[in-house]
Protein backbone atom coordinates (compact mmCIF):
# COMPACT_ATOMS: atom_id res chain seq x y z
CA UNK A 1 0.00 0.00 0.00
CA UNK A 2 1.03 3.67 -0.85
CA UNK A 3 -0.70 5.16 2.68
CA UNK A 4 0.96 8.42 2.13
CA UNK A 5 2.24 8.60 -1.61
CA UNK A 6 -1.21 7.69 -2.89
CA UNK A 7 -2.48 10.80 -1.93
CA UNK A 8 0.77 12.73 -3.22
CA UNK A 9 0.18 11.31 -6.41
CA UNK A 10 -2.71 12.19 -8.59
CA UNK A 11 -5.12 9.70 -9.98
CA UNK A 12 -7.70 9.10 -12.08
CA UNK A 13 -10.68 11.49 -11.19
CA UNK A 14 -12.99 8.69 -13.76
CA UNK A 15 -12.20 6.05 -11.92
CA UNK A 16 -12.59 7.41 -8.51
CA UNK A 17 -16.13 8.48 -9.28
CA UNK A 18 -17.48 5.54 -10.82
CA UNK A 19 -15.55 3.37 -7.62
CA UNK A 20 -17.81 6.25 -6.04
CA UNK A 21 -21.02 5.04 -7.75
CA UNK A 22 -21.31 8.17 -9.62
CA UNK A 23 -23.32 8.37 -12.94
CA UNK A 24 -20.38 10.05 -15.27
CA UNK A 25 -21.42 11.90 -18.87
CA UNK A 26 -18.74 12.20 -21.52
CA UNK A 27 -19.27 12.98 -24.93
CA UNK A 28 -16.91 11.46 -27.78
CA UNK A 29 -14.33 14.15 -29.31
CA UNK A 30 -13.96 12.61 -32.97
CA UNK A 31 -13.18 15.82 -34.95
CA UNK A 32 -11.87 18.46 -32.71
CA UNK A 33 -8.12 18.19 -31.83
CA UNK A 34 -7.66 21.23 -30.22
CA UNK A 35 -6.60 20.25 -26.14
CA UNK A 36 -9.07 23.36 -25.81
CA UNK A 37 -11.79 21.11 -26.14
CA UNK A 38 -11.51 19.62 -22.60
CA UNK A 39 -11.83 23.05 -20.68
CA UNK A 40 -15.00 23.69 -23.18
CA UNK A 41 -16.42 19.88 -22.26
CA UNK A 42 -15.67 20.72 -18.28
CA UNK A 43 -17.44 24.55 -18.29
CA UNK A 44 -20.39 22.71 -20.08
CA UNK A 45 -21.01 20.25 -17.53
CA UNK A 46 -19.69 16.73 -19.10
CA UNK A 47 -17.29 14.66 -16.90
CA UNK A 48 -14.94 13.06 -19.35
CA UNK A 49 -14.19 12.98 -23.03
CA UNK A 50 -13.66 9.80 -24.96
CA UNK A 51 -11.34 10.27 -27.71
CA UNK A 52 -11.74 8.34 -31.09
CA UNK A 53 -8.61 7.10 -32.70
CA UNK A 54 -10.49 3.86 -34.68
CA UNK A 55 -12.08 5.84 -36.64
CA UNK A 56 -10.69 9.33 -37.10
CA UNK A 57 -6.98 10.30 -37.90
CA UNK A 58 -6.11 11.62 -34.40
CA UNK A 59 -2.09 11.77 -34.29
CA UNK A 60 -0.30 10.13 -31.20
CA UNK A 61 1.21 13.71 -30.99
CA UNK A 62 -2.95 14.80 -30.73
CA UNK A 63 -3.22 12.29 -27.82
CA UNK A 64 -0.84 13.06 -26.03
CA UNK A 65 -1.45 16.83 -25.82
CA UNK A 66 -5.35 16.15 -24.82
CA UNK A 67 -3.64 13.10 -22.22
CA UNK A 68 -1.21 16.31 -20.54
CA UNK A 69 -4.16 19.12 -20.93
CA UNK A 70 -6.65 16.21 -19.26
CA UNK A 71 -4.20 15.66 -16.41
CA UNK A 72 -3.92 19.56 -15.85
CA UNK A 73 -7.51 19.97 -15.82
CA UNK A 74 -8.47 17.08 -13.92
CA UNK A 75 -10.97 16.49 -16.24
CA UNK A 76 -10.78 12.43 -17.75
CA UNK A 77 -9.82 11.27 -21.16
CA UNK A 78 -10.62 7.86 -22.86
CA UNK A 79 -9.08 6.92 -25.82
CA UNK A 80 -10.55 4.06 -27.95
CA UNK A 81 -7.12 3.05 -30.27
CA UNK A 82 -7.42 1.44 -33.65
CA UNK A 83 -6.75 -1.90 -32.36
CA UNK A 84 -6.37 -3.23 -28.59
CA UNK A 85 -3.05 -4.46 -28.67
CA UNK A 86 0.17 -3.76 -26.59
CA UNK A 87 1.56 -1.83 -29.15
CA UNK A 88 -1.07 1.15 -28.91
CA UNK A 89 -1.97 0.33 -25.09
CA UNK A 90 2.04 1.16 -24.49
CA UNK A 91 1.84 4.15 -26.03
CA UNK A 92 -1.18 5.78 -25.10
CA UNK A 93 -0.83 4.60 -21.28
CA UNK A 94 2.86 6.25 -21.39
CA UNK A 95 1.55 9.38 -22.87
CA UNK A 96 -0.53 9.60 -19.66
CA UNK A 97 -4.36 8.37 -21.24
CA UNK A 98 -5.41 6.61 -18.24
CA UNK A 99 -8.89 4.52 -19.68
CA UNK A 100 -9.16 2.88 -22.76
CA UNK A 101 -11.94 2.01 -24.46
CA UNK A 102 -10.86 -0.99 -26.39
CA UNK A 103 -12.51 -2.00 -29.62
CA UNK A 104 -13.50 -5.39 -31.05
CA UNK A 105 -12.63 -7.78 -27.99
CA UNK A 106 -13.23 -10.82 -29.66
CA UNK A 107 -12.87 -13.88 -26.77
CA UNK A 108 -11.40 -13.86 -23.15
CA UNK A 109 -8.12 -14.51 -24.53
CA UNK A 110 -8.39 -10.67 -26.17
CA UNK A 111 -9.34 -9.86 -23.18
CA UNK A 112 -6.03 -11.41 -20.75
CA UNK A 113 -3.94 -10.10 -23.33
CA UNK A 114 -5.24 -6.33 -22.70
CA UNK A 115 -5.28 -6.43 -18.77
CA UNK A 116 -1.61 -8.01 -19.53
CA UNK A 117 -0.60 -4.88 -21.78
CA UNK A 118 -2.27 -2.68 -18.85
CA UNK A 119 -0.81 -3.60 -15.61
CA UNK A 120 3.01 -3.81 -14.34
CA UNK A 121 3.46 -7.86 -12.48
CA UNK A 122 1.99 -8.95 -10.66
CA UNK A 123 -0.87 -8.06 -12.69
CA UNK A 124 -0.13 -8.29 -16.31
CA UNK A 125 3.47 -7.55 -18.17
CA UNK A 126 2.73 -3.81 -18.82
CA UNK A 127 6.39 -2.64 -20.46
CA UNK A 128 8.61 0.06 -18.48
CA UNK A 129 8.74 3.19 -19.76
CA UNK A 130 10.16 5.20 -16.48
CA UNK A 131 9.46 8.90 -15.95
CA UNK A 132 7.00 10.02 -18.21
CA UNK A 133 3.38 12.08 -18.84
CA UNK A 134 2.12 8.74 -17.80
CA UNK A 135 3.61 8.89 -13.95
CA UNK A 136 3.10 12.80 -14.14
CA UNK A 137 6.91 12.84 -14.14
CA UNK A 138 6.64 11.95 -10.03
CA UNK A 139 9.34 10.25 -8.13
CA UNK A 140 7.25 10.08 -5.03
CA UNK A 141 7.77 6.31 -3.26
CA UNK A 142 9.50 4.04 -4.23
CA UNK A 143 9.50 2.17 -8.01
CA UNK A 144 7.79 -0.56 -6.63
CA UNK A 145 4.86 1.64 -5.30
CA UNK A 146 4.60 3.80 -8.22
CA UNK A 147 3.92 0.84 -10.70
CA UNK A 148 1.20 -0.51 -8.00
CA UNK A 149 -0.28 3.02 -7.60
CA UNK A 150 -0.22 2.91 -11.65
CA UNK A 151 -2.18 -0.22 -11.79
CA UNK A 152 -4.72 0.77 -9.66
CA UNK A 153 -5.70 4.17 -11.99
CA UNK A 154 -6.13 2.49 -15.28
CA UNK A 155 -9.19 1.85 -16.34
CA UNK A 156 -10.30 -0.54 -18.86
CA UNK A 157 -13.51 -1.02 -21.32
CA UNK A 158 -14.04 -3.80 -23.61
CA UNK A 159 -15.93 -3.69 -26.54
CA UNK A 160 -18.35 -6.34 -27.67
CA UNK A 161 -19.01 -5.77 -31.33
CA UNK A 162 -19.57 -9.55 -32.89
CA UNK A 163 -21.65 -12.09 -32.32
CA UNK A 164 -18.55 -14.71 -31.51
CA UNK A 165 -17.64 -12.07 -28.70
CA UNK A 166 -20.56 -12.95 -26.20
CA UNK A 167 -19.74 -16.22 -26.30
CA UNK A 168 -17.32 -14.95 -23.94
CA UNK A 169 -19.07 -12.62 -22.05
CA UNK A 170 -18.87 -14.27 -18.34
CA UNK A 171 -15.32 -15.03 -18.76
CA UNK A 172 -14.28 -11.76 -19.62
CA UNK A 173 -16.65 -9.97 -16.98
CA UNK A 174 -15.20 -11.92 -14.35
CA UNK A 175 -11.83 -11.12 -15.22
CA UNK A 176 -9.59 -8.80 -12.75
CA UNK A 177 -8.38 -6.11 -15.24
CA UNK A 178 -11.52 -5.80 -17.05
CA UNK A 179 -13.07 -2.48 -15.26
CA UNK A 180 -16.53 -2.13 -17.75
CA UNK A 181 -18.23 -3.48 -21.14
CA UNK A 182 -19.63 -2.17 -23.47
CA UNK A 183 -21.10 -2.92 -27.10
CA UNK A 184 -20.04 -1.12 -30.11
CA UNK A 185 -23.83 -0.98 -31.97
CA UNK A 186 -23.06 -0.68 -35.65
CA UNK A 187 -20.09 -3.33 -36.21
CA UNK A 188 -22.38 -5.45 -33.80
CA UNK A 189 -25.93 -5.11 -35.62
CA UNK A 190 -23.52 -5.56 -39.35
CA UNK A 191 -22.14 -8.64 -37.58
CA UNK A 192 -25.56 -9.88 -36.51
CA UNK A 193 -27.11 -8.96 -40.00
CA UNK A 194 -29.66 -6.91 -38.87
CA UNK A 195 -28.05 -3.27 -39.65
CA UNK A 196 -30.75 -0.99 -41.09
CA UNK A 197 -33.33 -3.58 -40.69
CA UNK A 198 -36.76 -3.21 -38.63
CA UNK A 199 -35.60 -5.52 -36.12
CA UNK A 200 -32.19 -3.65 -35.25
CA UNK A 201 -32.99 -1.44 -32.68
CA UNK A 202 -35.17 -4.53 -30.78
CA UNK A 203 -31.69 -7.01 -31.20
CA UNK A 204 -29.43 -4.56 -30.11
CA UNK A 205 -31.26 -3.83 -26.61
CA UNK A 206 -31.28 -8.01 -26.59
CA UNK A 207 -27.64 -7.66 -26.29
CA UNK A 208 -27.31 -4.66 -24.15
CA UNK A 209 -29.40 -6.23 -21.47
CA UNK A 210 -26.76 -9.04 -21.70
CA UNK A 211 -24.07 -6.62 -21.24
CA UNK A 212 -25.89 -5.02 -18.17
CA UNK A 213 -26.53 -8.48 -16.90
CA UNK A 214 -22.99 -9.48 -17.23
CA UNK A 215 -21.27 -6.59 -15.39
CA UNK A 216 -23.74 -6.69 -12.57
CA UNK A 217 -22.78 -9.93 -12.20
CA UNK A 218 -18.91 -9.89 -11.80
CA UNK A 219 -19.27 -6.22 -10.22
CA UNK A 220 -18.48 -4.47 -13.12
CA UNK A 221 -19.57 -0.95 -14.60
CA UNK A 222 -21.63 -0.61 -17.91
CA UNK A 223 -21.15 1.69 -20.39
CA UNK A 224 -23.81 2.64 -22.74
CA UNK A 225 -24.20 5.36 -25.91
CA UNK A 226 -27.30 7.58 -25.97
CA UNK A 227 -28.09 10.54 -28.54
CA UNK A 228 -30.94 11.55 -26.41
CA UNK A 229 -32.48 12.85 -23.11
CA UNK A 230 -34.50 9.72 -23.18
CA UNK A 231 -32.25 6.92 -24.14
CA UNK A 232 -30.01 8.26 -21.30
CA UNK A 233 -32.57 7.79 -18.70
CA UNK A 234 -33.34 4.63 -19.79
CA UNK A 235 -29.57 3.22 -19.11
CA UNK A 236 -29.30 5.37 -16.11
CA UNK A 237 -32.16 3.65 -14.98
CA UNK A 238 -31.23 0.21 -16.03
CA UNK A 239 -27.75 0.54 -14.23
CA UNK A 240 -24.83 2.13 -16.82
CA UNK A 241 -22.64 4.49 -14.77
CA UNK A 242 -20.80 5.65 -17.47
CA UNK A 243 -22.64 7.15 -20.44
CA UNK A 244 -21.03 8.77 -23.69
CA UNK A 245 -23.76 11.56 -25.19
CA UNK A 246 -23.46 11.75 -28.71
CA UNK A 247 -20.35 13.30 -30.67
CA UNK A 248 -18.62 16.47 -30.56
CA UNK A 249 -19.64 16.19 -34.75
CA UNK A 250 -23.15 15.39 -34.00
CA UNK A 251 -23.67 17.93 -31.51
CA UNK A 252 -21.93 20.88 -33.74
CA UNK A 253 -23.77 19.67 -37.14
CA UNK A 254 -27.47 19.11 -35.10
CA UNK A 255 -26.73 22.84 -33.24
CA UNK A 256 -25.75 24.19 -36.63
CA UNK A 257 -28.54 22.91 -38.84
CA UNK A 258 -31.39 23.71 -36.03
CA UNK A 259 -30.00 27.31 -36.54
CA UNK A 260 -29.95 27.84 -39.72
CA UNK A 261 -33.59 26.32 -40.59
CA UNK A 262 -34.62 28.93 -37.78
CA UNK A 263 -32.90 31.28 -39.72
CA UNK A 264 -32.84 31.27 -43.07
CA UNK A 265 -36.70 29.31 -42.22
Not at 38 to 65: C, Q, W, Y
Not at 161 to 171: K, L, N, P, S, V
Request: hydrophobic share 45%; with cysteine.
Amino acid sequence: MLGETDEEMQSNPLRAALERGELQIGTWVNLVRSPAVLPLLKAAGLDFARVDMEHTAASMEEIANLAVMSRALNFPIAVRPPKANREWITRLLDVGVWNLHCPQVENAAHAAEIVAASRYAPLGLRGNAGHSPGTDFDTTGTATERRAFANRQVFVTVMFETAAAFDDIDAIAAMDGIDALTLGPADLAQDLGVFGAPDQARVLDEKRDLVLAAAKRHGKTCAMLCSSYEQAQQWKTAGALLLAYSSDTEVLQGAYRQAMNRIKG
